[in-house]
């Protein structure tokens, strides 16, 4: 129905930057809500920021607040992570997921996650 996927991820060293894509596809009516959480190894999934339907209203994880900013396209059904300043400790995979409504008419809204990207910040 729909699929998201992520971009961008990779090696990069401390203090380096990265920008990370999400592309959702498939049957979509309208996104509603759009995120991106990480999970490290050997740690649960956590939040690390989301962004709302229309873009005002954005909120971040302390770690990464005035390092990382969300954005959305909504025209391409696409939302960006822009990591600067990037620290050892933000190594981890990073999944964007979306809610999603897709059909027209329907009130039902539905959780949808990227399979994950892996970000490594290393000298």
């Known amino acids: 129905q729909v699929q998201l996927v992520e971009s961008g991820g990779g090696l990069v060293q401390p203090g380096g930057s990265l920008r990370l894509s999400c592309e959702a596809s498939?049957?979509?009516?309208?996104?509603?809500?759009m995120g991106w959480y990480r999970q490290a190894p050997a740690k649960q999934r956590e939040l690390v920021a989301t962004?709302?339907?229309?873009?005002?209203?954005?909120n971040y994880a302390d770690s990464v607040k005035g390092r990382f900013t969300i954005s959305r396209d909504n025209a391409r059904n696409t939302w960006y992570l822009q990591m600067n300043s990037l620290k050892p400790e933000d190594t981890a995979v990073y999944y964007c997921?979306?809610?999603?409504?897709?059909?027209?008419?329907?009130?039902?809204?539905?959780?949808?996650w990227g399979p994950g990207t892996q970000i490594t910040v290393s000298s």
């Open positions: 997921n979306s809610r999603i409504r897709t059909m027209a008419g329907s009130s039902s809204i539905y959780l949808f």
């Open positions: 498939g049957r979509i009516f309208s996104v509603v809500s």
């Open positions: 962004i709302s339907s229309d873009g005002s209203s954005t």
